[in-house]
């Protein structure tokens, strides 16, 4: 699943409580890469919901796609 929200209290209260929903239907795994300090607010909302949280490196993600000839796409209806 992809979803974007801004990097506010606002924004990351939305993610909190979809986060949270998907929690109680799935067993929940979340990625994502460092950049440059702007993960920080997510870390801590991860931390405070108990949910499972690793930091992917964007080098391995490029190497992966190259490897299997295939590039993450966002589908719109998602992104809502």
Do not use: Q
Request: aromatic fraction near 8%.
């Amino acid at each position: 699943m992809l979803c974007r929200v801004a990097n506010s209290k606002t924004g990351l209260a939305m993610l909190g409580r979809k986060l949270t929903r998907l929690a109680g239907t799935a067993r929940l795994r979340i990625g994502f890469e460092a950049s440059g300090g702007y993960e920080r607010k997510l870390i801590i909302l991860l931390d405070r919901l108990a949910l499972a949280a690793y930091f992917i490196d964007p080098a391995r993600v490029r190497s992966f796609a190259r490897a299997e000839h295939s590039w993450p796409r966002p589908i719109h209806s998602m992104l809502r």
